[in-house]
């Protein structure tokens, strides 16, 4: 083995791999012993990620998925037990909320695409992307209350995506659910054979890609702004969105390519 070779053995393995597809990006987290658990460094290292990539006009899709048995298995209790220290401790869940964030002021939206479990924090992560498709044989939960530690800050993503009683019994009980049960109370999209995972995962991603990239930052960013606000305002905010978006070069082409019959031309300006 040449002393290059040799050095690159030696090197760790990235903790988050990202590969492209033309417009489509994928990111997977690489702690695949650890069940791909939310260490700071690996949370530090999506976080890198998601800011090169907010950057990248030539992306318009993210995908984020987990290497080996699951998707993610939520914070690293053996980190956080190692380091009782309250500085630290605070810091892991900063990390965490500004990861969380980081997904949701993405300009691209962002799939899930779950296999194996996805608890605690993994599940919050979940809950946080725009879309997510899981296997059927994939699990879902908050079980922080098994074990003392109640799962508030992933209970912040459950109950703003699922009803307050469905969030509340899965906090509440610490049971894991099935990908079919997520699906019905809107944890995620869509549940699919295991073995169609990545082609559906991928048709969905594709389908998203072929819209205008600006039009989908716009759309992406009124949804989160308004989801919050009362109904007057989320409608007047939301029509102060269209006057904008009637003004982009897409919006022409779009409406023109409607009007003719014909497939439009994305400037993505």
């Not at 007047?236 to 006057?243: D, E, K, L, R, T």
Request: aromatic share 4%; glycine share 6%.
């Amino acid at each position: 083995m040449s002393v290059d070779a040799a050095q690159q053995a030696d090197m760790p393995e990235p903790l988050v791999l990202r590969r492209t597809d033309g417009a489509v990006a994928t990111l997977t987290l690489n702690r695949p012993k650890a069940y791909n658990a939310l260490s700071i460094a690996l949370m530090e290292a999506i976080l890198d990620e998601l800011a090169d990539l907010d950057r990248d006009r030539s992306v318009a899709v993210v995908v984020l998925e987990g290497s080996g048995r699951g998707f993610s298995g939520g914070h690293d209790l053996k980190e956080l037990q190692a380091n009782p220290d309250v500085a630290f401790r605070q810091r892991t869940f900063d990390t965490c909320t500004k990861m969380m964030l980081a997904v949701t002021r993405l300009r691209q939206p962002v799939i899930a695409k779950v296999h194996g479990i996805a608890t605690a924090a993994g599940c919050q992560l979940v809950a946080t992307c725009d879309l997510a498709i899981a296997a059927d044989t994939a699990k879902f939960g908050t079980p922080g209350v098994n074990i003392g530690l109640f799962c508030s800050t992933p209970m912040v993503a459950l109950s703003r995506a699922v009803h307050r009683k469905q969030a509340m019994e899965m906090l509440l009980t610490g049971d894991v659910v099935s990908a079919q049960h997520a699906a019905e109370i809107g944890l995620i999209n869509r549940c699919v054979a295991e073995d169609q995972l990545d082609a559906e995962t991928n048709a969905l991603a594709a389908v998203i890609a072929s819209k205008s990239r600006k039009v989908l930052k716009t759309g992406k960013e009124a949804f989160h702004r308004q989801i919050d606000m009362t109904l007057e305002d989320a409608y007047a905010y939301a029509g102060s969105v269209m006057v904008e978006n009637m003004g982009y070069a897409d919006t022409d082409e779009g409406i023109d390519a409607f009007i003719g019959k014909r497939p439009p031309l994305w400037s993505h300006e």
